[in-house]
């Protein structure tokens, strides 16, 4: 990709010309070459940073959509995709519960309440979202989360809102994987909606 600023810069063109000394009998200066030189750099740098706003843009975009596959596999009781979405050594820190580390003491965890309940999580903003290198955050709030026994039996409301921290890892394929989640409410529970 060209970057627009080296495209639509007249100077640069110019002084290029010259060095080529190209249509022109110019004599070559050093100030020619040292101006050349100059803006050359200066616009290659922009460039590059202009680049890596769109990569962290798009990075953004990418950890943001993997939290919406998040609640929609959950919601769809499909825990293969929601497995998906975690790395192998990913850490599961769910409210009055010990951690889950790795990827099998997730499924152990969660396999029961995905073959026994309909789960309805809705996550209604994700507040932030940053990416430093390799590593992406999500900061979730006005999450509410319910289950409602197969078998029959009222919906019971785990949490009516809560907030959660994801912290999100580029895989060697490019793709982001889930490696910590942790969430809590942000209200009190009512007794017996563990």
Known sequence: MECPLIKKNGFIKRKYMVLKNEGKNEKITSQDFYSFFFA???????????K??????ADIAAIKETMKKYEAAANAGDLDSFISLWAEEGIRMPTDAPSRLGVAQIIEELKPIYEQFTIDIKITSIDEARVFGDIGITRCNNISLAITPKAGGEKIILFQDAK???????????????????FNSNVPLKSGTK
């Open 40 to 50: 050359l750099s200066f616009l290659v740098f922009n460039c590059n940073q202009q």
């Open 52 to 57: 890596q706003t769109v990569d962290i843009e």
């Open 164 to 182: 959660a921290l994801t912290i999100h890892k580029r895989q060697s394929d490019g793709n982001w994987k889930i490696i910590y989640d942790c």
